[in-house]
């Protein structure tokens, strides 16, 4: 059973950074794409970034390209994210995703296991 869960996330102001991690269990993730998503209330889910765990490429969304990193620590089977320079628009409830292969999908229907969630709040 794959479970992963999300941690890091908290109350920052705006140009501030934190840190999430998604501890993943169940297997070890050599061969899936770990990917990160935000949804903030009323809207849809939305494609941050994504890491192919074998070869560690890395892809961004726009609106975060340049602030956010994406990496992972295979020893601990976890992802990180980096988020620097938040911004207000920031402010969601953050959540990791796996799908097994080498191909990232930004739609988070690709995407077959998931977080609980941890939610970033970045006050102006």
């Known amino acids: 059973q794959v479970q992963l869960v999300e941690s890091g996330g908290g109350l920052v102001q705006a140009g501030g950074s934190l840190r999430l991690s998604c501890a993943a269990s169940?297997?070890?993730?050599?061969?899936?794409?770990m990917g990160w998503f935000r949804q903030a209330p009323g809207k849809e889910r939305d494609f941050v970034a994504a890491?192919?765990?074998?070869?560690?490429?890395?892809y961004y969304a726009d609106s975060v390209k340049g602030r956010f990193t994406v990496s992972r620590d295979g020893a601990k089977n976890t992802a990180y994210l980096q988020m620097n320079s938040l911004k207000p628009e920031d402010t969601a409830v953050y959540y990791c995703?796996?799908?097994?292969?080498?191909?990232?999908?930004?739609?988070?229907?690709?995407?077959?296991?998931w977080g609980q969630g941890t939610q970033v709040t970045v006050s102006s």
């Open positions: 995703a796996a799908r097994y292969g080498s191909t990232w999908y930004a739609h988070p229907n690709e995407y077959a296991y």
């Open positions: 890491i192919i765990w074998s070869y560690a490429n890395t």
């Open positions: 169940g297997r070890t993730f050599s061969g899936y794409v």
